[in-house]
């Protein structure tokens, strides 16, 4: 089925979408995974829902909020010349107070973040079957982490990868996947540990390759306790893998006795995957979430108070009349050239999962109505 739309708002916005919607058994789709399915999503909590926002630049935040705030006065002035000049008086009077603020946060003391400790380097880990590192089964494996807080976390940040895919749970409860091994997804679960014994699950899975098929998973949780002291957990020799996926296997509960210790098969930056970018070191430091992860309490509500100003005299404008928004969702392509360009998410390397959306309503509360397919299928 093929649809061309254009869909045309007077004075407002107009959209052209090109659509191509393949069933899930049609023969340009990779190799069949099973029965296609759309990725789980989730909302996200209060602490990832401010490291996303936050991630903007590397810069100090009371100087980005600065710009923000010249940022959000220009478009006061542009909306201003309008024909339909929107109401700004109370968004400018919070602007002038917000720089008020500003003066005086910047003359208060510069706060002294507390130790990182020894960083710890995780290594590249596999079932023990042979040379992971040379070729391995194209079939999962899932791995069980156990790890004890001496006290509970203020905030935690894990990132992973595996080589190809991975979906990872925490004490029980799923917190995301990471679809390739060329970066580390990076995840805020402090609100997800607790004191005492936590445990880190994941699903890790080597896809078919056309020659030589290398695996591993890499991981790194660094946690930031009450007391501003570090725990940092790695992957190493000491995680339990099981080549296959026991029912409850990402529970607590389960008995991982009698699975295998983990093989170390490369230490990170080694084998064939070389020091992936988002995991350690100074792709680390550069990291905006990591940079700005100690930053005073009262400066990250400053900043995202100069945020929603600019966010409310952003919707001020009146071109933006409509409440409601077309989108695809579509999981990430798969195959050996699923990195590059764009036209590989409706060729051969597209994934059956796919679905037409529309959001209603421009907010948090938005409510999301599926236009098609019945059944997923590929955009």
């Given amino acids: 089925m093929n649809v061309a739309r254009r869909i045309v708002k007077p004075g407002a916005l107009w959209f052209a979408v090109a659509l191509g919607?393949?069933?899930?058994?049609?023969?340009?789709?990779?190799?069949?995974?099973?029965?296609?399915?759309?990725?789980?999503?989730?909302?996200?909590?209060?602490?990832?829902?401010?490291?996303?926002?936050?991630?903007?630049?590397?810069?100090?935040?009371?100087?980005?909020?600065?710009?923000?705030?010249g940022w959000a006065r220009a478009l006061a002035d542009r909306l201003a010349r309008l024909p339909r000049a929107p109401d700004l008086s109370a968004q400018l009077g919070e602007l002038e107070s917000l720089e008020q603020h500003l003066a005086e946060l910047r003359n208060k003391p510069p706060a002294v973040p507390p130790a990182r400790g020894t960083e710890a380097v995780p290594s590249w880990i596999w079932y023990p079957e042979g040379d992971p590192v040379q070729d391995a089964p194209a079939e999962a494996r899932c791995f069980r982490c156990r790890f004890t807080l001496p006290a509970k976390a203020r905030a935690a940040e894990l990132r992973i990868a595996a080589d190809d895919a991975c979906e990872v749970y925490l004490n029980g409860k799923r917190v995301g996947s990471n679809e390739t091994w060329q970066r580390a997804a990076v995840f805020s679960v402090g609100g997800m540990l607790h004191a005492g014994v936590n445990l880190l699950a994941v699903r890790a899975e080597n896809r078919p390759a056309p020659s030589k098929n290398p695996a591993g998973l890499l991981a790194r949780l660094a946690v930031t306790l009450a007391d501003g002291k570090q725990v940092t957990v790695v992957s190493d020799g000491t995680w339990r893998v099981e080549n296959r996926a026991h029912p409850k296997w990402e529970q607590a509960a389960l008995d991982d006795s009698a699975w295998k210790p983990a093989a170390v098969a490369a230490p990170f930056g080694g084998g064939p995957w070389g020091k992936i970018a988002g995991l350690v070191g100074p792709d680390l430091e550069e990291d905006p979430a990591a940079a700005y992860a100690h930053a005073p309490p009262a400066v990250m509500d400053f900043y995202f108070s100069v945020r929603r100003v600019k966010h409310a005299i952003t919707?001020?404008?009146?071109?933006?009349?409509?409440?409601?928004?077309?989108?695809?969702?579509?999981?990430l392509p798969q195959g050996p050239n699923s990195r590059h360009e764009a036209i590989h998410r409706m060729g051969i390397m597209a994934v059956p999962g796919g679905r037409l959306l529309v959001l209603d309503g421009l907010h948090p509360g938005g409510r999301l109505r599926q236009l098609a397919p019945e059944k997923p299928g590929s955009f």
């Fill in 21 to 69: 919607v393949a069933s899930a058994s049609a023969g340009n789709l990779p190799v069949d995974k099973g029965e296609a399915r759309t990725p789980e999503t989730r909302t996200l909590a209060a602490a990832a829902s401010s490291a996303a926002r936050v991630r903007v630049s590397g810069e100090p935040l009371l100087d980005r909020a600065e710009k923000e705030i």
């Fill in 315 to 331: 919707m001020k404008n009146p071109v933006l009349d409509f409440t409601a928004l077309l989108f695809v969702d579509q999981p």
